[in-house]
Structure formats: C-alpha cells, structure tokens
Antibody, heavy 113, light 107 residues
Framework: EVQLVESGGGLVQPGRSLKLSCLASGFTFSNYGMNWIRQAPGKGLEWVASISSSSSYIYYADTVKGRFTISRDNAKNTLYLQMTSLRSEDTALYYC??????WGQGVMVTVSS | DIQLTQSPSTLPASLGERVTISCRASQSISNSLNWYQQKPDGTVKRLIYSTSTLESGVPSRFSGSGSGTDYSLSISSLESEDFAMYYCLQYATYPYTFGAGTKLELK
C-alpha cells in the first residue's frame, strides 16, 4: 500500500523559513516523479512544484519560484520542500503526491506574526 | 498557462441521481486530465486518470470522458459517500493547473 507521510509544518513568522518532508513507502520511490500541492484554507488546490525521479527536471509555480526548493533523497525515500521568505499567502495545507496519483494526508503551514 | 474552467461550482443532487461535472481547458490538453475527490477531512483520492481510465478500486458508477478542451466526470447513481468536493487537473504542460472545484451536496 502506498503511503506518503508529510511532516515539518507549523506556525512560522513572515520572512522565515521552513522545510517540509514527505516519507514514502509501499512503492519504488526512485522510479516516480513527485509533487507538492497545497490548499489554502477554504480555497482550491494549487500545484506548487514537481521533481523527476532522478531530480533531473524540476518545475515550480510562479507563486513560489525563487523562494521554494523541491528536492529528494532516493536512498531515504524522502521528498523535501524548502520554503524561504514565507508570506501569509503561503499559509496552506501542503500535500505531497507520487506522480499525481497517490496523495498524503497533508501538513499545515501557517505563516503569521 | 492553461486555465481550467470547472462547472458547476456547487451541484445539489439526490441519492440515486446521475450527475455530470464539466472541465473546460483554455487550450487542448490531449486527454492529460485527471479527476480527484476530496473529502471534508482533507483526504484526496484520484478517481480517473488520462480522461477516462478508472483508478483501481473506484466504483464503476464513476466515469470520465472528453477530448481536446472539453472533459467531464459523471456519477451514474449517487451514493451517500459521493458527496464531496471534486477537482480536475491538467498535466499536459507545466504549470499543472486545477479546476476551481465542484461541491457535490445533498439536495
């Protein structure tokens, strides 16, 4: 069974940084591209970033480009999202997804002073 | 960027009813469209991929169709567990984009 477990969320002040992790199990992590997707409170889904299986290809939404960095460690079956210069509009539930198939339960990030 | 216009935003329906949700893309996406269901606890599940392929374990009352710019998700006979939010996603080109969502609610 595919499992994706996000961690690292919390309350952070504007301008600060936070790093999310997503631990994958139940499938061959190194064979799949991975994604981060977020949902602001009461809003719809927004794709954030994608990374290919070998990290050769990386894409970002314009809203986070230059501030967020997606990465992965295939030896640890873990996906990361390094978030810097956080803004209030980054407040959201952040999901990791294998390809765009299986999703985790999400981790909440709240940016507020 | 490709925009997805999803309609309706809210869909009141009754148990046993057949419903259809539409997703229109701003340009052709060559069947690169998925449908997702989101429950109130935040759990997201892929129902349909590549326009019309049913995810394993998803009931056959769900179906997807479309081509070019116009796509739809149909539920043939609503059951209580189907009342949820539904989203379409295009993955033809980056940035990936979602429709704004459809809230399927009990009439």
């Amino acid at each position: 069974e595919v499992q994706l477990v996000e961690s690292g969320g919390g309350l952070v002040q504007p301008g600060r940084s936070l790093k999310l992790s997503c631990l994958a199990s139940g499938f061959t992590f190194s064979n799949y591209g991975m994604n981060w997707i977020r949902q602001a409170p009461g809003k719809g889904l927004e794709w954030v970033a994608s990374i290919s299986s070998s990290s050769s290809y990386i894409y970002y939404a314009d809203t986070v480009k230059g501030r967020f960095t997606i990465s992965r460690d295939n030896a640890k079956n873990t996906l990361y999202l390094q978030m810097t210069s956080l803004r209030s509009e980054d407040t959201a539930l952040y999901y990791c997804a294998s390809g765009v198939a299986s999703w985790g339960q999400g981790v909440m990030v709240t940016v507020s002073s | 960027d490709i925009q997805l216009t999803q309609s309706p935003s809210t869909l009141p329906a009754s148990l046993g009813e057949r419903v259809t949700i539409s997703c229109r893309a701003s340009q052709s996406i060559s069947n690169s469209l998925n449908w997702y269901q989101q429950k109130p606890d935040g759990t997201v599940k892929r129902l349909i991929y590549s326009t019309s392929t049913l995810e394993s374990g998803v009931p056959s009352r769900f179906s997807g169709s479309g081509s070019g710019t116009d796509y739809s998700l149909s539920i043939s006979s609503l059951e209580s567990e189907d009342f949820a939010m539904y989203y379409c996603l295009q993955y033809a080109t980056y940035p990936y984009t979602f429709g704004a969502g459809t809230k399927l609610e009990l009439k």
